[in-house]
């Protein structure tokens, strides 16, 4: 008993001195607020049972006018089947607007993940949200070429990249 309570004791003081050696830099990117940010939840899971980017984010040429422009979200190919939440959030906004469709966005934390296009909507504002709860189901309204989820992601506000949190899940 004293022996393993020993090793155990030993196995912790190394890694906190592991710890306290990180560089740095290391601590300050992006990345790796990411990851602490997501590591504070128990548990992530995909938006999608399978991902496949069908636009990513960022400049394109626009599928309605084929001029160049920006945008804000990634689309995953989806016909019609369920979307789930990622992580634990609460259900900040539903709605519908022409651009969107019907949409709906959790609120994480700082993070805001919005599902747009859906076909239906299952949650409501106010909820609790876990991973791998249904949001609802995609679709094609609004502004779309076709079944698809465009997922969006802001952090205070500000739109980046959720390809981020989707490169997080595959690290797990
Ligand atoms: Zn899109």
Not at 40 to 54: A, E, H, Q, R
Not at 126 to 153: A, F, N
Request: proline content about 5%.
């Amino acid at each position: 008993m004293l022996y393993s309570w020993r090793a155990h004791e030993q196995a912790s003081s190394l890694f906190l001195s592991t710890r306290q050696h990180l560089p740095q830099q290391e601590t300050d990117s992006v990345d790796n607020k990411q990851k602490q940010w997501t590591s504070s939840y128990p548990s992530i899971t995909y938006p999608l049972k399978s991902i496949k980017v069908t636009s990513p984010y960022g400049y394109r040429r626009d599928p309605f006018t084929g001029k160049l422009s920006w945008h804000n979200g990634l689309d995953l190919r989806a016909k019609n089947e369920p979307t789930y939440a990622m992580m634990d959030g609460i259900v900040e906004k539903v709605g519908y607007d022409n651009r969107s469709g019907n949409y709906v966005t959790l609120r994480h934390g700082n993070y805001h993940v919005s599902y747009c296009h859906l076909s239906s909507i299952i949650v409501r504002k106010g909820e609790y949200v876990y991973p791998g709860i249904i949001v609802g189901v995609t679709g094609d309204t609004g502004r779309s070429t076709g079944s698809h989820l465009h997922l969006t992601c802001k952090k205070d506000g500000k739109s980046i990249n959720p390809t981020i949190l989707l490169k997080i899940i595959e690290s797990i």
